[in-house]
């Protein structure tokens, strides 16, 4: 199961590990998550500067990567349009 650094599952990582994909409407509800996590380790990065805990700086510098294109990914996902596949109808029965 996907677990963010905290440890923490979240109901992304469940439905991944689920069924191996998030729908793009799943994907968009991410969207304010991943700002708001973003935004966090932003703000843990600044206290390891001021602490000079390098490897800790290292660690969440890749987890902003993670995170990142995750967003990215997300974003492009929730603009796709959706495909239309008509009505279905039956065939004539042969006689």
Same mark, same amino acid.
């Given at each position: 199961?996907? /677990? ?6 979240t109901q !992304? #990582? /469940? +439905?991944?590990s /689920?069924?191996g *994909?998030l729908?793009?409407y %799943?994907?968009s509800?991410?969207l304010? *998550?991943? !700002?708001?996590?973003e935004k966090?380790?932003i703000l843990r990065?600044? =206290? !390891?500067e %001021?602490?000079?805990w +390098?490897?800790?700086?290292d660690g969440?510098?890749?987890t902003l990567?993670? /995170? ?5 990914d !997300? #974003?492009?996902? #929730?603009? *796709?349009?959706p495909v #239309? ?8 029965? =042969?006689?």
């Open positions: 199961m996907g /677990v963010l650094t905290l440890g923490i599952p !992304a #990582a /469940v +439905l991944t /689920v069924f *994909r729908t793009p %799943e994907e509800l991410m304010p *998550r991943l !700002a708001e996590i966090d380790l990065r600044k =206290r !390891a %001021e602490e000079q +390098l490897g800790e700086i969440i510098d890749m990567t993670f /995170v990142r294109t995750k967003q990215a !997300a #974003a492009r996902l #929730a603009h *796709r349009s #239309a596949l008509g009505i279905p109808t039956t065939r004539p029965q =042969r006689n």
